[in-house]
């Protein structure tokens, strides 16, 4: 079992920056591919970042302005969120994933979850 838990999250203004952290607790952290999911209102819940112990995926939308990293010391995973847009808006979701293709996003692939963060960007 793992308990996930979010933090971070806030209002901030178009263009401006945000930076999430997902703490676990539970079996060992380093064995889990970890992700960031987001859920805006009235839409499906969308995949934003993942990581495992080498690489990194992201959504296209976020590219170039997101940045997912991880403390397997500190049982952490961090989401640096730059040049916020207003459609970034959205309730955040930390993951974690034992699955071998947790890099694509699918949702499903993902066991353990966090209950969110709200990230509100006003233009």
């Known amino acids: 079992q793992v308990q996930l838990v979010e933090s971070g999250g806030g209002l901030v203004q178009a263009g401006g920056s945000l930076r999430l952290s997902c703490t676990a607790s539970g079996r060992t952290f380093s064995s889990y591919a970890m992700g960031w999911f987001r859920q805006a209102p009235g839409k499906e819940r969308e995949f934003v970042a993942a990581?495992?112990?080498?690489?990194?995926s992201y959504v296209d939308s976020v590219k170039g302005r997101f940045t997912i990293s991880r403390d397997n010391a500190k049982n952490t995973v961090h989401l640096q969120m730059n040049s916020l847009k207003p459609e970034d808006t959205a309730v955040y979701y930390c993951a974690a994933s034992e699955h071998p293709s947790y890099y694509t996003g699918v949702s499903e692939f993902y066991r353990y979850w966090g209950q969110g963060t709200q990230v509100t960007v006003s233009s």
């Open positions: 990581i495992s112990w080498s690489s990194e």
